[in-house]
């Protein structure tokens, strides 16, 4: 399934979180939300395994692949190996300011050279048929985030992308540490409104800070689209009433119990193939937040998942703990 564009909702690319098996149980709850790899660099794509980097399931879809860099040629050749695993997109990060990835030469401290972010969207449109989307931030350091922000839309676009991310905040590569650049510079939700507002013909949408979909909702009247980060993996089963509120489907959502029965043969499959059940179920760990037998069901897991030989049946003990009418409830 292909995504279309406007796009409504989606959940952030997030490091260690949005793995293969994160993706599998964000499907379960909503079908056409929008799906992110984690940041991959230009260097992990081309040389190193592309299975375990690469390889996601057919029901993932609509599934981005997110990329790292900042020469052409890798990230051209990189964008034409996402396209033939199969992805959607390939979205460029010109947002994320780890010392790392600042090392690199990519990331948020390309927000101060946008000729070059430029040049890095040119090469990848011309080496693949699928859409090539930016995620940014509004700017770093002592840049002034509407000047910063407006030039570096206006000459990107020129280079022909018209799908914009923007995380409403300064990034401050120098005095702050990534965590705390996720919440001390102030969201700046009015100058993503007036972005859209000024380039009317473009596809923006809004990340940061949103932590449900009735949040959404309000900055959908201004924008094209939000990307919901943390809140989508701690609160998972927000994600569950997307499809009927933003993509006009007309069933409605699974209750929590019918989630975890639907993961069940995807656990048994990945366990015969080697993988450790608490690399699925860490995933999982939130989504009877807030109702009766959550802490059990966590407990249960996080005891239990790593002993020899555990498989589904230990995803299904914990679920037992869980009274059934608790997971009824609509998310909030």
């Given at each position: 399934?292909?995504?279309?564009?406007?796009?409504?909702?989606?959940?952030?690319?997030?490091?260690?979180w949005t793995d293969r098996h994160c993706?599998?149980?964000?499907?379960?709850?909503?079908?056409?939300?929008?799906?992110?790899?984690?940041?991959?660099?230009?260097?992990?794509?081309?040389?190193?395994?592309?299975?375990?980097?690469?390889?996601?399931?057919?029901?993932?879809?609509?599934?981005?692949?997110?990329?790292?860099?900042?020469?052409?040629?890798?990230?051209?050749?990189?964008?034409?190996?996402?396209?033939?695993?199969?992805?959607?997109?390939?979205?460029?990060?010109?947002?994320?300011?780890?010392?790392?990835?600042?090392?690199?030469?990519?990331?948020?401290?390309?927000?101060?050279?946008?000729?070059?972010?430029?040049?890095?969207?040119?090469?990848?449109?011309?080496?693949?048929?699928?859409?090539?989307?930016?995620?940014?931030?509004?700017?770093?350091?002592?840049?002034?985030?509407?000047?910063?922000?407006?030039?570096?839309?206006?000459?990107?676009?020129?280079?022909?992308?018209?799908?914009?991310?923007?995380?409403?905040?300064?990034?401050?590569?120098?005095?702050?540490?990534?965590?705390?650049?996720?919440?001390?510079?102030?969201?700046?939700?009015?100058?993503?409104?007036?972005?859209?507002?000024?380039?009317?013909?473009?596809?923006?949408?809004?990340?940061?800070?949103?932590?449900?979909?009735?949040?959404?909702?309000?900055?959908?009247?201004?924008?094209?689209?939000?990307?919901?980060?943390?809140?989508?993996?701690?609160?998972?089963?927000?994600?569950?009433?997307?499809?009927?509120?933003?993509?006009?489907?007309?069933?409605?959502?699974?209750?929590?119990?019918?989630?975890?029965?639907?993961?069940?043969?995807?656990?048994?499959?990945?366990?015969?193939?080697?993988?450790?059940v608490n690399a699925i179920t860490r995933?999982?760990?939130?989504?009877?937040?807030?109702?009766?037998?959550?802490?059990?069901?966590?407990?249960?897991?996080?005891?239990?998942?790593?002993?020899?030989?555990?498989?589904?049946?230990?995803?299904?003990?914990?679920?037992?703990?869980?009274?059934?009418?608790?997971?009824?409830?609509?998310?909030?």
């Open positions: 399934m292909k995504p279309s564009y406007p796009m409504p909702l989606c959940v952030a690319p997030m490091m260690d993706r599998f149980f964000h499907r379960q709850l909503s079908r056409h939300t929008l799906l992110y790899t984690e940041m991959l660099t230009t260097g992990a794509v081309i040389h190193g395994d592309r299975e375990r980097l690469l390889g996601f399931t057919p029901a993932e879809h609509p599934v981005a692949l997110q990329l790292g860099g900042s020469e052409p040629a890798q990230l051209a050749e990189a964008a034409r190996i996402g396209q033939e695993w199969g992805y959607d997109e390939i979205n460029l990060n010109v947002g994320c300011p780890s010392d790392r990835v600042q090392s690199g030469r990519f990331g948020a401290c390309l927000m101060a050279e946008p000729e070059l972010v430029a040049r890095l969207v040119g090469a990848m449109r011309e080496a693949v048929r699928i859409p090539v989307t930016v995620k940014s931030r509004l700017a770093i350091d002592e840049l002034e985030e509407w000047p910063t922000i407006e030039h570096f839309v206006r000459r990107v676009s020129a280079a022909g992308c018209t799908r914009f991310i923007v995380h409403a905040r300064k990034a401050w590569l120098q005095g702050l540490s990534p965590k705390e650049n996720r919440d001390i510079p102030p969201l700046r939700y009015e100058l993503v409104y007036r972005l859209k507002a000024e380039f009317p013909h473009l596809d923006i949408s809004l990340n940061g800070g949103v932590k449900s979909l009735d949040a959404a909702a309000g900055h959908l009247r201004h924008v094209d689209g939000v990307m919901i980060g943390r809140a989508a993996y701690e609160n998972p089963y927000l994600l569950a009433e997307a499809d009927q509120r933003f993509f006009g489907a007309a069933e409605p959502p699974r209750d929590r119990h019918a989630v975890v029965e639907a993961m069940l043969p995807y656990i048994e499959d990945c366990r015969r193939r080697g993988a450790p995933h999982m760990l939130g989504l009877f937040q807030g109702l009766p037998g959550a802490r059990a069901w966590r407990r249960y897991l996080s005891e239990n998942v790593h002993k020899p030989g555990a498989g589904p049946e230990v995803v299904s003990a914990a679920l037992a703990m869980v009274p059934r009418g608790a997971s009824a409830e609509a998310a909030a």
